[in-house]
């Protein structure tokens, strides 16, 4: 972090350790991505066997972000596929991506934020053996929801209100249909 020198009233709200593919400078590296008040920046270290090694950074305003696309999460917490992501500037695009939950997860969600202004998370709660459980259940309950629902809708569709004049007096007799009134003029009784 040596290289990154910050502007006047600029902080560092993020730092991530991340792999990223900028398609703008044809730079592919693993290193620190961190987001300030006001930049994307990106450094990485050369590393040298019988010298000194090398740190290097560069950095986009956030305002030349248009928006952020997430590309691949793994489906369920045995998958392992990586966390991918695609943030669009206005002169290109960069990929980034991290087998870890703990930096993709909060380096999505806080870039959005920042270029959105919507704290609304883009990369949800990591999937784990209890979610994974928990989905798997509530894709069967929906399945048997609904298989057995279709069997019950000809039923509500009976239980209706019915107005009907009284066989009696003529007065207006209202109630549930199929369910037995008394009419409360004459006491004649009708079934709806």
């Not at 006047?8 to 961190?34: A, N, P, Q, R």
């Not at 920046?41 to 560069?58: G, I, N, P, Q, T």
């Amino acid at each position: 972090m040596e290289n990154i020198r910050l502007e006047y009233g600029e902080t560092i709200i993020g730092d991530y350790g991340l792999f990223w593919d900028d398609k703008i400078k044809s730079i592919s590296e693993s290193g620190h991505v961190y987001i300030t008040t006001k930049r994307l920046v990106l450094s990485y270290v050369k590393l040298h066997v019988f010298r000194a090694d090398e740190e290097y950074s560069y950095s986009y305003p956030l305002s030349s972000i248009d928006h952020i696309e997430v590309t691949q999460l793994p489906k369920n917490s045995r998958d392992d596929t990586w966390y991918k992501c695609k943030a669009y500037l206005s002169n290109g695009v960069i990929h980034f991506s991290d087998p870890r939950y703990e930096d993709f997860a909060p380096f999505v969600n806080m870039l959005n934020a920042e270029i959105t202004g919507d704290p609304n998370p883009l990369v949800g709660p990591k999937q784990t053996l209890v979610s994974d459980v928990a989905n798997a259940l509530s894709s069967v309950t929906n399945q048997f929801t609904t298989a057995f629902s279709k069997k019950t809708v000809p039923q509500q569709a009976k239980a209706e209100k019915v107005s009907i004049a009284c066989p009696g007096c003529g007065a207006t007799l209202t109630g549930w249909h199929g369910k037995t009134v008394i009419c409360e003029y004459c006491s004649a009784s009708r079934q709806l």
